[in-house]
């Protein structure tokens, strides 16, 4: 019965990560402006699009909170639910650090992916006030900050940032309807 309460708890994890990743992006980093260091990297990135806060600072700020988040679970519940839930969240760090990364350096290769990176470019370069969910526009809907896009306008100081999007200086073919160099 624990392994399945804690598979549960995991996918629970992995939902809760959804609202942390809008959470983290929207008040901690944007709201911020600059006030703690998560906010001062979220900015380092928006201001040079290929640049990634390290994976240290990263893992020093992640691994204690998962384990805190964990542990407020299992209080009430059981260490194996606890467990169960900070690995989730974990998972679904995880996933949203590899998808955001994608969205930047490497092409899409499926419908989802292709929003992905128009939603999230048009979060960089668009309106920085919208669209904070990379990975799921859900808790963007719900606090009324997502924004559908067609046509993302990239600035072309930003523009060889993104390789696969270019065919020499301008939009390759299979990107020109999503994107635009301005």
Request: glycine share 10%; hydrophobic share 50%.
């Amino acid at each position: 019965m624990s392994v399945m309460t804690a598979v549960g708890a995991c996918g629970a994890g992995v939902a809760a990560w959804t609202f942390l990743e809008y959470a983290l992006h929207n008040w901690a980093f944007h709201g911020a402006k600059g006030r703690n260091m998560g906010s001062r990297e979220h900015l380092a990135h928006h201001a040079r699009p290929d640049y990634f806060a390290p994976w240290s600072t990263k893992l020093a700020a992640v691994v204690p909170a998962v384990s805190v988040l964990g542990a407020l679970v299992a209080v009430p519940t059981s260490a194996a639910t606890g467990a169960g839930f900070g690995l989730g969240v974990g998972l679904g760090w995880a996933a949203y650090e590899a998808l955001h990364r994608l969205a930047h350096v490497a092409a899409p290769r499926t419908a989802y992916g292709r929003w992905v990176r128009r939603n999230h470019l048009y979060h960089h370069f668009g309106s920085p006030r919208t669209n904070h969910g990379v990975t799921s526009p859900l808790w963007d809907l719900v606090f009324g900050t997502y924004v559908p896009v067609a046509q993302v306008r990239v600035p072309r100081k930003h523009a060889a940032k993104f390789p696969w999007m270019l065919d020499g200086d301008a939009v390759a073919p299979a990107f020109a309807q999503d994107y635009t160099v301005v």
